[in-house]
């Protein structure tokens, strides 16, 4: 136990093996040594090819003869600190572990050379763990479970190996799950790998449609059925994860990387081809029921509503410089002035006395936000003093008061104006009960209702814009105080969401701020969905998202598209943006599907 001891005060306990080293002089030495080949497990090399390779060597952590195979090696594209820790199964075959971690650095754009994996196997000193079997000395658990919490945290990142991809062994085997749990206890990123011939495995199947029996097994995935050698180990990190996040929040970690990292392989795979080459966005007039003249009214409200928001910003600056001049108190005042225009809405509130209001002025669940914009939005503030400029002619949100009505948002919503204005509530209540949130002190930043849309008329009537500029400095400002934005998506299979520019322009900005993004999308459209999954469309699906390409969005004005295009250009960059929404929708779609086999809903 006294070299377990040491492996955290040393770098020494921390060396990886890059990828490039594995791929060539580690296989090599493979194949040279007799009777293994690329297909021999771990259990296999372990004695000849691991062991053997430090068998003269001082160990760099207990300075005694015998080294870990990690320990024998000196150049920098051979060896360094780790930047990855493998989670994997011994049973494992060596050719695909390797083939995996190849495969990772190219779909990831890692140098092989710079990549250093922490394998057990490998930086832990095998002749030192067989001396521990042959003396009969047990590991102390709760020591061991410390050192090993140290080194990963050490190391951030984890990358599990699954396979077989319909059912995983490594979910089947305690000590990968426990593996998981510290990455996820402890702040770790988490990676998913697979090797390659398990990946064409998947794509064969989804292509076949044959994904239903899969996403049904993954839906019950359950860690307690996991086993174990040693059952006292079991026992222990069983009683850890009970005291810590719980079984259910466990599963869904894991369940949760695996559908993500499943899809993305679909996507990459499907056709030969990866999604960041250039496709073609196939879109359907029948996509919206908005007319051409009602989405163009639609999108150029949205816009104004958008400009409106650095001239809000102007009067709030101002305010707040007159306000500093006349009698020193900038901070409090400043302080205030932020808060008026953060407030939000809350969900609660929306759902009861907003609606109420929709049916009172003759309007209907399913009429869309350009319909009451006037009468119920507008009208609500009409006899009331703004008091952002002091004006006659209030936002919505700023005719309410109540704490369980009105806060500082917590959540800013991305949507359009031409969806139906139950859709939007009813969306909002169902991620609040998803996500356990209190009704009354979730609170929702709209622009139609917290953009003061007298304005908006009062400016459009006066050919007023803003320059793109100012009004991106205002809105990121806005995405990081407000730091979670919720995307709102439908239909179901063909997003329309994504193919406006400027809602591709606010998740792009929360990406680039580090803001939450959550996918919501309304409940009759999660229904539709998972009758789609039962009658084997979800390859369909896939299929359409697959062909998202940001530069095929629209804007009713096209230099704002170009603008828009270019920052992201010089930003994350197309592909980069591209993989992220649809790892965002695909894995928000796979969730609806696990919490209704799971009887969640």
């Not at 040279?32 to 691991?50: G, M, N, P």
């Not at 020193?328 to 400043?334: F, K, L, P, R």
């Not at 759902?351 to 049916?359: H, I, P």
């Not at 592909?575 to 649809?582: A, E, G, H, Q, R």
Request: charged residues 25%.
């Amino acid at each position: 136990m006294e070299y377990y001891s040491r492996l955290t005060s040393t770098d020494a306990g921390l060396l990886g093996i890059s990828v490039h080293y594995l791929s060539t002089k580690f296989m090599q030495e493979v194949k040279d040594a007799a009777d293994y080949d690329r297909h021999s497990s771990i259990h296999d090399i372990e004695e000849k090819v691991i062991r053997a390779k430090g068998t003269e060597i001082v160990c760099q952590v207990d300075m005694r003869i015998g080294a870990s195979y990690v320990h024998c090696l000196s150049g920098e594209d051979d060896v360094g600190k780790s930047n990855i820790m493998l989670s994997y199964a011994w049973e494992y075959e060596i050719g695909d572990i390797i083939d995996t971690l190849v495969e990772y650095c190219d779909d990831e754009k890692l140098d092989p050379k710079r990549t250093y994996i922490w394998l057990c196997c490998l930086s832990i000193n095998q002749h030192r763990a067989q001396e521990m079997r042959a003396s009969g000395t047990a590991v102390d658990f709760g020591k061991y479970v410390v050192i090993f919490q140290a080194m990963l945290t050490s190391i951030g990142h984890l990358v599990p190996m699954m396979t077989p991809w319909d059912k995983p062994t490594y979910l089947t085997r305690v000590w990968c799950i426990f593996e998981m749990y510290c990455a996820s206890l402890n702040g770790c990123s988490i990676s998913l790998v697979m090797s390659s011939r398990e990946r064409k495995r998947f794509v064969k199947a989804m292509k076949l449609g044959d994904v239903g029996d899969f996403f049904t097994s993954l839906a019950h995935v359950d860690i307690r059925n996991a086993e174990a050698k040693v059952e006292a180990d079991k026992d222990i990190i069983f009683n850890l994860i009970e005291d810590g996040p719980g079984f259910d929040k466990v599963n869904s970690v894991a369940i949760d990387a695996i559908s993500r990292y499943l899809v993305r392989c679909y996507m990459i795979n499907k056709d030969g081809t990866s999604t960041k080459s250039t496709t073609d966005c196939v879109t359907s007039p029948q996509q919206t029921t908005i007319s051409k003249d009602r989405s163009n009214t639609d999108n150029n409200m949205f816009i104004h509503s958008y400009s409106l928001w650095y001239e809000t910003t102007a009067k709030l600056t101002t305010c707040a410089q007159q306000s500093t001049t006349s009698n020193g108190c900038s901070n409090n005042n400043n302080s205030a002035l932020n808060d008026l225009e953060l407030l939000g809405i809350s969900v609660h509130y929306l759902s009861t006395t907003l609606l109420q209001e929709v049916k009172d002025a003759g309007y209907y669940r399913n009429s869309k936000i350009y319909e009451i914009e006037e009468h119920v939005i507008r009208g609500k503030g009409t006899e009331i003093v703004c008091p952002v400029d002091k004006c006659s002619g209030a936002a919505y949100v700023h005719c309410l008061s109540d704490v369980d009505d009105v806060g500082k948002s917590n959540i800013m919503l991305s949507y359009a104006w031409g969806y139906e204005v139950g859709d939007i509530v009813d969306t909002l209540v169902g991620y609040c009960d998803d996500e356990k949130l209190d009704l009354k002190r979730t609170y929702v930043w709209i622009c139609c209702l917290c953009i003061n849309q007298h304005r908006v008329q009062q400016d459009r009537a006066r050919k007023i814009n803003v320059p793109f500029g100012k009004f991106r400095a205002t809105f990121e400002s806005r995405v990081r105080n407000i730091g979670h934005i919720l995307p709102m998506m439908a239909p179901w299979e063909k997003p329309v969401y994504l193919t406006r520019v400027w809602c591709v322009f606010e998740m792009y900005t929360a990406s680039e701020n580090g803001c939450r993004i959550s996918i919501a999308m309304p409940p009759k459209e999660k229904a539709r969905f998972l009758k789609g999954v039962n009658q084997g469309k979800m390859n369909n699906f896939f299929i359409e998202l697959a062909k998202t390409d940001v530069r095929d969005a629209d804007a009713t004005i096209d230099s704002d598209k170009d603008l828009i295009l270019n920052l992201v250009a010089r930003g994350p960059g197309y592909d980069k943006l591209n993989s992220t929404v649809i790892d965002l929708v695909s894995a928000y779609l796979v969730s609806c599907f696990i919490r209704k086999e799971k009887g969640w809903n």
